[in-house]
T-cell receptor, first 115, second 112 residues
Framework: EPEVTQTPSHQVTQMGQEVILRCVPISNHLYFYWYRQILGQKVEFLVSFYNNEISEKSEIFDDQFSVERPDGSNFTLKIRSTKLEDSAMYFC?????????????FGEGSRLTVL | GENVEQHPSTLSVQEGDSAVIKCTYS??????FPWYKQELGKRPQLIID?????GEKKDQRIAVTLNKTAKHFSLHITETQPEDSAVYFCAASRQAGTALIFGKGTTLSVSS
């Protein structure tokens, strides 16, 4: 069964450093998402991406964040200058475009620790 | 924007009992309501979903009900088993492809 894959599984970085988290969505999916989950808290929406542009973003997704689909398979989240509060599990997800389903398929997550 | 409230935050039941988790949402335009199960250290996985044109949906021991007028929906798990222990998240969105907004989660513990 196809899965969303994410790398790295865990990254430790110093405050102020740039981080890039990578995702390979399921190949026939057209919508891509990033969510984050601070330890023990809810899953929070960051951004959705469709047709090579951001379709929605939350208040969390400020100028420090950016997303990119550099080729036909990867979908990346960049944090320009990490802060302590960026420490969280970051989940990539993808979904089909069919009107009768909205199921998000999540990757296993990338745990980001900012020191 | 959409806001999803979920209760209770923790729920402990004995094996074989039923468990009910309730959610309310704020955006009357939302029409898709999934439930995700997240085991410790794992990704969230869809267990059941319901659309606004349906009031109830059942899949074996799991059922979801929706009251669009009151803007609330519930997850019902019958004959709970220890492997049902996990965090359950409700969510809402307007349509496929739009942001799925999650509730804060319910930690369900099923003791044998």
């Amino acid at each position: 069964e196809p899965e969303v894959t994410q790398t790295p599984s865990h990254q430790v970085t110093q405050m102020g450093q740039e981080v890039i988290l990578r995702c390979v969505p399921i190949s026939n999916h057209l919508y891509f998402y990033w969510y984050r989950q601070i330890l023990g808290q809810k899953v929070e929406f960051l951004v959705s991406f469709y047709n090579n542009e951001i379709s929605e973003k939350s208040e969390i997704f400020d100028d420090q964040f950016s997303v990119e689909r550099p080729d036909g398979s990867n979908f990346t989240l960049k944090i320009r200058s990490t802060k302590l509060e960026d420490s969280a599990m970051y989940f990539c997800a993808s979904s089909k475009r069919e009107a009768n389903t909205g199921e998000l398929f999540f990757g296993e997550g990338s745990r980001l620790t900012v020191l | 924007g959409e806001n999803v409230e979920q209760h209770p935050s923790t729920l402990s039941v004995q094996e074989g009992d039923s468990a009910v988790i309730k959610c309310t949402y704020s955006d009357s335009a939302s029409n898709y309501f999934p439930w995700y199960k997240q085991e410790l250290g794992k990704r969230p996985q869809l267990i059941i979903d319901i659309r606004s044109n349906v009031g109830e949906k059942k899949d074996q021991r799991i059922a979801v009900t929706l009251n669009k007028t009151a803007k609330h929906f519930s997850l019902h798990i019958t004959e709970t088993q220890p492997e049902d222990s996990a965090v359950y998240f409700c969510a809402a969105s307007r349509q496929a492809g739009t942001a799925l907004i999650f509730g804060k989660g319910t930690t369900l513990s099923v003791s044998s």
